[in-house]
């Protein structure tokens, strides 16, 4: 069930009356999580048995993980088990299809026909975000960082919480799962900050990401038809795009929970404001940067190691986020690609260097032509695409194809991007009244009926 549906504005209110309405929090979860079944159910009914496999896997993995608490070996075990049968049905689902087609064209390179079966399944949404949700708790409890949780359905429903079910944020067992244990009374404020982020997150995808959308779509879809300039644009837009479309999912997300008393944790802080790579990925998907610094790059030896094998745990990990975001080698080189300038940096100094001034400025400006040129990749559909776009943004000069509405609309959505976000920068937000916020939140709404995107275009990362 996609946010910027009629159907999810229907659901959603009726969810939040009704989890109200329950006396216990016990009947709050188990409707909380038939809700969330409900939810994701609407795509692909059967592959909610994808997200109850991993759901079992991992609750029952704990629970043998505690009662040996005393036996290393088995903790491993158990531990190994939960990942590997995770990471089977991830990668059946998700990656079998491009490693089989890779392994196959490289076998007829040498002339031998392996004739790999093949499985035409559609990518399960949000298997990639359950599935790192469900492993980070398997890590935390190993860890002793949280115990186990005996109650299956609270469990299940840390699993597949509707609001950040299919595209995040990751949550940490230790931040989220708690909190269906607490209860939550209705509060205006929460409410109202939760639908004022709901807005805000509305106004991203559909005022900014979906009107960056037609003229990026347009380009890229059809190289061939387009010059260097009309790239440069498209490739400039996309920035734009995949943020307004990501952030603006996180928001509604967060923002929903919020109405119903749940904190999620943020997942964006005005990522192109960063000065360098490395501060960007501390601004942008937090919640999955910090999963692969806790679990891949701190376990693999971090930076508490000799230089060239800290270099290599950072070009390691860039390379498995790469990879988590898609079977395509398009994804892979992206990911090489932020490693590389990180590992850059390391050597220059400039990883965690504080910029003051037109000195920040200017690196502000480098790190996002680089994040731009990196996305190109992201964005196109193969490497020789990307390269195609590359080359012709640096030989192929001329006229740009611009549609006058969309580009002025696209362009009013920029700057009330940018005018928030910078007053949030310099920590300049001014106190409002209610009076002043339900006006504010009218002429938002206004401003989406008027300019926004109603076509009903799916959220970006729902493909990871």
């Given at each position: 069930?996609?946010?910027?549906?009629?159907?999810?504005?229907?659901?959603?209110?009726?969810?939040?009356?009704?989890?109200?309405?329950?006396?216990?929090?016990?009947?709050?979860?188990?409707?909380?999580?038939?809700?969330?079944?409900?939810?994701?159910?609407?795509?692909?009914?059967?592959?909610?048995?994808?997200?109850?496999?991993?759901?079992?896997?991992?609750?029952?993995?704990?629970?043998?993980?505690?009662?040996?608490?005393?036996?290393?070996?088995?903790?491993?075990?158990?531990?190994?088990?939960?990942?590997?049968?995770?990471?089977?049905?991830?990668?059946?689902?998700?990656?079998?299809?491009?490693?089989?087609?890779?392994?196959?064209?490289?076998?007829?390179?040498?002339?031998?026909?392996?004739?790999m079966p093949e499985f035409p399944w559609l990518l399960p949404v949000g298997i990639s975000f359950y599935t790192f949700q469900a492993l980070g708790y398997s890590f935390d409890v190993y860890r002793g960082h949280i115990s186990a949780e005996r109650n299956l359905i609270t469990y299940a429903l840390f699993i597949s919480f509707f609001p950040q079910l299919v595209a995040g944020p990751i949550e940490r067992s230790s931040h989220l799962l708690p909190?269906?244990?607490?209860?939550?009374?209705?509060?205006?404020?929460?409410?109202?900050?939760?639908?004022k982020w709901m807005l805000w997150g509305y106004f991203?995808?559909?005022?900014?990401?979906?009107?960056?959308?037609?003229?990026?779509?347009?380009?890229?879809?059809?190289?061939?038809?387009?010059?260097?300039?009309?790239?440069?644009?498209?490739?400039?837009?996309?920035?734009?795009?995949?943020?307004?479309?990501?952030?603006?999912?996180?928001?509604?997300?967060?923002?929903?929970?919020?109405?119903?008393?749940?904190?999620?944790?943020?997942?964006?802080r005005?990522?192109?404001?960063?000065?360098?790579?490395?501060?960007?990925?501390?601004?942008?998907?937090?919640?999955?940067?910090?999963?692969?610094?806790?679990?891949?790059?701190?376990?693999?030896?971090?930076?508490?190691?000799s230089r060239p094998r800290g270099y290599f745990n950072v070009m390691m990990t860039m390379m498995i986020s790469g990879i988590w975001h898609g079977a395509n080698w398009t994804f892979i080189v992206w990911g090489t690609l932020h490693g590389l300038m990180q590992c850059i940096e390391k050597m220059l100094g400039l990883g965690r260097a504080s910029f003051q001034g037109m000195r920040r400025l200017l690196h502000v400006f480098i790190t996002f032509f680089w994040v731009s040129a990196a996305w190109v990749f992201f964005r196109a559909d193969s490497v020789s695409d990307a390269m195609t776009v590359l080359t012709g943004i640096c030989l192929r000069p001329g006229w740009p194809k611009l549609n006058l509405a969309d580009w002025m609309a696209a362009a009013v959505a920029l700057l009330i991007l940018f005018g928030k976000e910078w007053r949030d920068e310099r920590g300049k937000t001014a106190q409002r009244t209610r009076l002043t916020e339900h006006v504010r939140m009218a002429m938002m709404c206004a401003y989406l009926l008027l300019f926004g995107v109603l076509n009903g275009d799916q959220f970006i990362y729902f493909q990871f």
């Open positions: 069930m996609l946010f910027n549906s009629v159907h999810f504005l229907l659901f959603f209110p009726v969810v939040c009356a009704l989890f109200f309405c329950w006396r216990s929090v016990g009947s709050r979860n188990v409707f909380l999580l038939l809700a969330s079944y409900y939810f994701y159910m609407n795509w692909q009914p059967v592959y909610a048995l994808l997200l109850l496999t991993s759901t079992l896997i991992t609750y029952f993995a704990a629970l043998l993980m505690a009662k040996s608490e005393l036996q290393s070996v088995r903790r491993r075990l158990w531990l190994t088990l939960s990942i590997v049968l995770n990471l089977s049905i991830l990668f059946l689902f998700k990656y079998y299809q491009f490693v089989a087609d890779n392994v196959t064209a490289l076998f007829c390179h040498w002339g031998i026909d392996l004739g909190q269906f244990k607490k209860w939550h009374s209705f509060s205006y404020d929460d409410a109202m900050t939760g639908l991203l995808k559909l005022a900014l990401a979906d009107r960056c959308g037609i003229y990026v779509d347009a380009i890229y879809n059809n190289l061939e038809y387009h010059n260097g300039t009309s790239y440069l644009i498209a490739s400039l837009l996309f920035p734009f795009q995949i943020y307004g479309d990501f952030a603006g999912y996180s928001l509604t997300a967060i923002g929903a929970a919020r109405v119903m008393g749940f904190r999620l944790m943020e997942n964006f005005r990522p192109y404001f960063a000065a360098t790579v490395s501060e960007f990925w501390r601004r942008w998907h937090i919640s999955l940067s910090s999963w692969f610094k806790d679990y891949v790059y701190i376990p693999l030896g971090g930076n508490r190691v």
